[in-house]
DNA sequence: GCTCCCGCCTCCCGTTGCGTGAGGGTCAAG
DNA sequence: CTTGACCCTCACGCAACGGGAGGCGGGAGC
């Protein structure tokens, strides 16, 4: 079984030029060349460049793969099982960057400013234990997501503008709530957490009572939002997140 | 709110040459400079630059985002959406190359040539569609892999000849059977099915009765594993699935 | 006021992983 | 025996920075 270099090119979707690239410095050479010079390429040397290219599709430099490939005792299986953690780390990591992404546009609808740092923080090296967790308990999903995606979509300015305003009329009443001393667990308390739940509900995505307590949780968790909260009064977000829960309970 | 180079870096983590060379091509100029030439960055500037860097990461070449930071009417909301999907796109695509690699090592275990086709087919463009809902179907989640992979990883050379040497008998047994004309229902097909759900447990993993039929639908559905059965008698592949199957229902 | 060191500046060459010809031989088919 | 598809070997080009040289700026400690 021999193959001409346009022959293991089609089928290995890479160019001519980059199978002579690869001879060049000498990490696939074919096993041999036709009278006429023409190279000729076997099944070891496919082998070879499948393991290869999985390797470059991972980002590894050619250097190292080189390494990689005529350091051990020739098995294949190594390659395939350390391909696969990396695949999923990659794959763990990407979610990750679904779950800022998300961060980032559930804190556009709160009109969060972000810190420079905070911004980046996405696509740095973080604790990979840390943010892995986060982003499971984030949202647990992408669901609502979705849904929020793809009605805020088609919202104007004007859309834009009415939301914020119910937004700040609800936070206004709230504030005044919470001045007044009335308990976190009171009719009123739990009415205004209602309310902050349709809002949700009807804005950006269905948000029934478990999710609601989710996102309550998350205010106090996080210290984005927190300071979001702590900003309309000083220990406003533990007042929401019991009111929150408080009404979650009594409507089960 | 003014930023220096070395900030800005430090905060979006890249280097201070890379923020040099976005300035070089235009596509990210500071929006001053101190009276001694420093570059100033400003908000607007980090907020610029994270779009950039998101945009990066997901592989486009600079030029093309300049296109699109330059080309609409400015709002961050669309990069976002855009983002996410690509990402998930991503994701979606990674995942079905663990599933090949999966795939390929299953195959090992059942020592299966490849074709050159074959071989490549993990990193082409396919139908996204199609692929997607097989990486569903095939595992359905990576446990079994997993397990398979923590096991193998010890298995000597002996090992996995003995292995194989298993195999093969069994692989003689059933040919036997099957040239002896008894049905793929009775007692003998099924007990050889049993053996060879016990074979995958010994070797790889736990392979309960559910997911066993589901291998044995892989082995009719999918062409490359057939082909390794229809190899030992032309129609062993539907024959063993419903001794399989025969076997789980009665079991059960 | 002076010094010291860190951070910033502007060239400018180097590297990786190919893309893209130019100029010319090869091979199977008609 | 020509035509078209393939193959060969140079050889230059390009993106996206890396990294160093050589030289100013600036603030903090003496």
Not at 84 to 96: F, N
Request: proline share 4%; net charge negative.
């Amino acid at each position: 079984m021999a193959y001409t270099v346009g022959q293991v090119a089609r089928a290995a979707r890479v160019t001519v030029r980059t199978l002579h690239h690869y001879d060049e410095i000498g990490l696939l050479s074919p096993s041999g060349r036709s009278p006429a010079g023409y190279r000729r390429y076997d099944d070891a040397d496919l082998e070879r460049l499948q393991v290869i290219r999985a390797y470059r599709e991972l980002g590894f430099p050619l250097e190292e793969i080189a390494e990689i490939l005529d350091d051990p005792g020739g098995d294949r299986l190594p390659h395939l099982r350390r391909q696969h953690e990396l695949l999923t780390g990659r794959i763990g990591k990407l979610q990750e960057m679904v779950a800022a992404i998300e961060f980032a546009m559930e804190a556009r609808k709160l009109d969060i400013q972000l810190t420079p740092e905070e911004r980046f923080e996405v696509f740095g090296d973080f604790d990979p234990d840390e943010h892995a967790e986060e982003a499971e308990r984030r949202w647990g999903g992408t669901e609502a997501y979705r849904q929020s995606a793809e009605r805020t979509a088609r919202y104007s300015k004007e859309d834009w503008q009415r939301n914020k305003a119910e937004n700040e009329d609800w936070a206004r009443r709230i504030g005044a709530l919470f001045d007044s001393g009335a308990p976190a667990d009171g009719a009123e308390a739990m009415a205004l957490a209602e309310e902050h739940r349709q809002l949700i509900t009807r804005w950006f995505y269905d948000c029934p009572y478990e999710m609601h307590t989710c996102l309550a949780d998350m205010y106090v968790a996080d210290p984005r939002f927190t300071a979001y909260f702590e900003k309309i009064r000083p220990g406003l977000a533990a007042y929401l997140n019991e009111a929150i829960h408080a009404n979650a309970i009594s409507r089960a």
